[in-house]
Structures are given as C-alpha cells and as structure tokens.
C-alpha cells in the first residue's frame, strides 16, 4: 500500500484514468465488432456506413490516448480493407 501522499493520490488518479479509457476502449471494439457482423453478413451498404462510425470512434480513442496512433490506423486500415473487398 501507498505511504505517502503523493502515492495515494497516484493511486486515485489512476484509477479515475483507468475507469474513464475502459469505457472509451469498450465502446471502439463495440464499433468494431459490429463492423465485423456486417461484412461477415456481407451488406456492404450497412457495412460503409458502419466503417464511417467505426473510423471517427478509433480516431476519438486515438486521441484520448486509449490506442497508439499507429495501432488505430492499423485497425481503419484493416477495416476499411475488409470493406472495399465486399462485392
């Protein structure tokens, strides 16, 4: 356990922090899983307007810090692949 005050407040610090990226990081692979529903039924209309809610969520977690930057354009990249090959 923490001793001094600076470590316990850490400690409240982190966990707010850790409370607060989960559900940024539960809702962008929601996103993406409903993404994936769609191309594995292969409505690629519902997909593409899926892909556009899915990018701008990545791209909001991105920029909370929830992903690296690289590894958010690896999944749009990904997706956005998946998407185009739909017939």
Same mark, same amino acid.
């Given at each position: 356990?923490?001793?001094?005050?600076?470590?316990? #407040?850490?400690?409240?610090?982190?966990?707010?922090?850790?409370?607060?990226?989960?559900?940024?990081?539960?809702?962008?692979?929601?996103?993406? #899983?409903?993404?994936?529903?769609?191309?594995?039924?292969?409505?690629? #209309?519902?997909?593409?307007?899926?892909?556009?809610?899915?990018?701008?969520?990545?791209?909001?977690?991105?920029?909370?810090?929830?992903?690296?930057?690289?590894?958010?354009?690896?999944?749009?990249?990904?997706?956005?692949?998946?998407?185009? #090959?739909?017939?």
């Amino acid at each position: 356990m923490a001793n001094h005050e600076s470590a316990r #407040k850490r400690i409240k610090q982190t966990a707010k922090r850790t409370e607060r990226l989960k559900r940024v990081r539960t809702t962008t692979r929601t996103f993406m #899983k409903r993404l994936r529903t769609a191309i594995a039924a292969g409505d690629k #209309k519902s997909a593409q307007t899926t892909l556009q809610t899915a990018i701008s969520q990545i791209d909001r977690a991105v920029a909370k810090g929830v992903f690296h930057r690289r590894t958010g354009s690896r999944y749009i990249s990904r997706l956005a692949e998946q998407v185009s #090959k739909l017939g």
